[in-house]
Structures are given as structure tokens and as C-alpha cells.
T-cell receptor
Framework: GAVVSQHPSWVICKSGTSVKIECRSLDFQATTMFWYRQFPKQSLMLMAT?????????EQGVEKDKFLINHASLTLSTLTVTSAHPEDSSFYICSARRYGRSSYNEQFFGPGTRLTVL | GESVGLHLPTLSVQEGDNSIINCAYS??????FIWYKQESGKGPQFIIDIRSNMDKRQGQRVTVLLNKTVKHLSLQIAATQPGDSAVYFC????????????FGKGTKLSVKP
């Protein structure tokens, strides 16, 4: 159990277009989902925390108007990269925290989405 | 902002040897620690975790050691196999059950057959 999927697994787009990435918890409900970005040979950097039914909390330096997050249900969060530019090319990974379980911050990670902006 | 041009530390071991990957964490108040394995082009895969009230935890072929005095975490892999080749990240949880995970820089493990 505790499977998280992401769609698409990779996407190539032109500069200036917007791209939507979906994160789904397949067999559990997630009140909180997290979005991370990972550049080559670097670690995961938290971009934002997404809570179901409320506004996302963005980390310092992450533009909320550029990276739109919607967490409309307990199993789905979306990240939209608006007006993408080549510097937004990265590996985007989501994770989900299982609702009502564990007193610790147990997160389950998706497989990631490779975004390439031309 | 992100740092650029970093090179991951690399640990190269012979198949069958034991591997030890080290990690220094940031916050004395962190209460939960996790080791993840990440293969190229994939998301992090949970390996083992440890809570701050413990100093050692064992899994199958893996052991995590926690030294809170010096804020140090290590992952020991016994009888390392080629399939263990990957990048390994430690993560610390800061802020309790509603907190955030802070990831370490990562170590690339290469296993020579």
C-alpha cells in the first residue's frame, strides 16, 4: 500500500507555455502533499506544502504565481508551471502524507516528472 | 536559491563488502530521520527510518545509527550488491508530525562487481 503516482512522467514544452503535473495517492487519503524540485546531481528541495482545501504554503524563494498548486481532493494535488522557461527544467517530485496515520511525518514519494523547457 | 555545479560525494565498494554512508543533519530538535535510495530518473525509495529516541535500528541488510550528540546519521549496508548502486539521501524531520523533511546532499554509491 501507500502508492503515489505522478503524471506525466516526462514532458517537453516550449518556452512560455504552461505545464500541469498531477500527483495522486492511489490507495490512501492524503491531507498533505509536498512538491519538491531536484536539479541534476543535487538534493531534493521543498517547493511547497499543499493541504487539501486550503492554499499552499510556499518555501522562501519559490514564486507562488509561477508554480500554482491545487489540492482539490484527498487524493490529488496538481502543480502548474506557468509561462515555463528553460531554467524551470528540472525533476519535480511529489510526496503525500497519509491522513490520520503515524505521529511522525511519514511521506510517500511519487516517481517524479522530468520537465524540459525548450 | 539552489547551488549549482555540485558534485555528489561518491562511495565506491566491491560487491560483497559492507558500505557505510554518513550524513550530518542540521537541527537538534529533529525527531525523525529517514534514509532514501534514489535510482536515476526515479523518485526516492524508503529504506529505513529511526526516531530520535533510538540510536540504532536494523532492517534487512541495512542498519541505521543515530548519534544525536554530534548530529550524525549513518546507513550501513551489509554485503553490498550491484543493485544497491544508487544515490542515498538522509532526511530529517523538523516540526513534528506536521513538519517538513529536510534532505541531505546525497551520496552516490557505486558497487563494483
Amino acid at each position: 500500500g501507500a502508492v503515489v503516482s505522478q503524471h506525466p512522467s516526462w514532458v517537453i514544452c516550449k518556452s512560455g507555455t504552461s505545464v500541469k503535473i498531477e500527483c495522486r495517492s492511489l490507495d490512501f487519503q492524503a491531507t498533505t502533499m509536498f512538491w519538491y524540485r531536484q536539479f541534476p546531481k543535487q538534493s531534493l528541495m521543498l517547493m511547497a506544502t499543499s493541504n487539501e482545501g486550503s492554499k499552499a504554503t510556499y518555501e522562501q524563494g519559490v514564486e507562488k504565481d509561477k508554480f500554482l498548486i491545487n489540492h482539490a481532493s484527498l487524493t490529488l494535488s496538481t502543480l502548474t508551471v506557468t509561462s515555463a522557461h528553460p531554467e524551470d527544467s528540472s525533476f519535480y517530485i511529489c510526496s503525500a502524507r497519509r491522513y490520520g496515520r503515524s505521529s511522525y511525518n511519514e511521506q510517500f514519494f511519487g516517481p517524479g516528472t522530468r520537465l524540459t523547457v525548450l | 536559491g539552489e547551488s549549482v555545479g555540485l558534485h555528489l560525494p561518491t562511495l565506491s565498494v566491491q560487491e560483497g563488502d559492507n558500505s557505510i554512508i554518513n550524513c550530518a543533519y542540521s537541527n537538534s530538535a529533529s525527531d525523525y530521520f529517514i534514509w532514501y535510495k534514489q535510482e536515476s530518473g526515479k523518485g526516492p525509495q524508503f529504506i529505513i527510518d529511526i526516531r530520535s529516541n533510538m540510536d540504532k535500528r536494523q532492517g534487512q541488510r541495512v542498519t541505521v545509527l543515530l548519534n544525536k550528540t554530534v548530529k550524525h546519521l549513518s546507513l550501513q549496508i551489509a554485503a553490498t550488491q550491484p543493485g544497491d548502486s544508487a544515490v542515498y539521501f538522509c532526511a530529517e524531520n523538523y516540526g513534528g508530525s506536521q513538519g517538513n523533511l529536510i534532505f541531505g546532499k546525497g551520496t552516490k554509491l557505486s558497487v563494483k562487481p
